[in-house]
């Protein structure tokens, strides 16, 4: 049995988190916990020094787990070690950039006797909602609109991918969404859409379309 605290960027990721990936990973040994980057009710685009300060706090109050995280590439501020070098790169070339300069950041403030393996960085890209492009039917169906389903398939196959739709503030994943469906709730209400998509759509499926998240979701499962 692991235990894996996930910190993560807001309440929709909390959700997802807490009722999609916990469930099937916990059938698999690994049990995952979600907490909150920030204050309560705080919007993202946070600071690295805040998310380094929390990441800490984690490693440092539990010894025996494995921490990991969830934040959006969409977003990101500009203190977020790695991401001027990873500004302008294809998608697949991102994280190799930026998840390596975090866990170094990380590393050198545990200090010389930390573990490295205990520490997972994880940017989703691009963001959260990408996952939910994984199965354009299933968002097409909670949002009880059957047409848009060929809208959003239109997107990925354009796109060449759901982690290949990009980060510009009019065409991120979310906005996207937005632009079809208005009314698309964030969040971890029982009417919030993304956790509900996302329990219809299934871990599996999103890691058959999203390789880079299907790699973290298989070094957590290497924890069990």
């Excluded at 991120?172 to 698309?184: E, N, Q, T, V």
């Amino acid at each position: 049995m692991s235990r894996v605290l996930v910190l993560v960027e807001g309440p929709t990721e909390r959700a997802i988190v807490d009722r999609v990936f916990a469930p099937e990973m916990g059938g698999r040994g690994v049990y995952l916990y979600p907490r909150v980057v920030g204050k309560p009710g705080h919007k993202g685009g946070n600071k690295f020094a805040t998310v380094l300060r929390e990441l800490k706090a984690l490693l440092s109050q539990e010894s025996d787990s494995t921490v990991t995280m969830l934040f959006d590439y969409y977003g990101l501020r500009e203190d977020w070690p790695g991401l001027a070098s990873a500004k302008g790169k294809r998608p697949e070339e991102i994280p190799t950039i930026i998840e390596p300069a975090i866990a170094a950041e990380v590393a050198a403030e545990m200090g010389l006797d930390f573990n490295r393996n205990r520490f997972i960085p994880y940017v989703q890209l691009h963001e959260t909602e990408s996952l939910l492009f994984a199965c354009p039917d299933k968002m097409a169906q909670i949002f009880q609109r059957p047409e848009l389903e060929a809208e959003f398939t239109k997107i990925v196959e354009e796109c060449g991918g759901c982690e290949a739709i990009n980060d510009d503030p009019e065409t991120a994943p979310s906005k996207r969404i937005i632009r079809l469906f208005p009314g698309y709730k964030k969040g971890s209400s029982v009417n919030a859409h993304a956790h509900r998509i996302a329990r219809h759509i299934g871990l599996q499926r999103m890691r058959e379309q999203c390789p880079h998240f299907n790699e973290w979701m298989t070094k957590i499962e290497h924890l069990a």
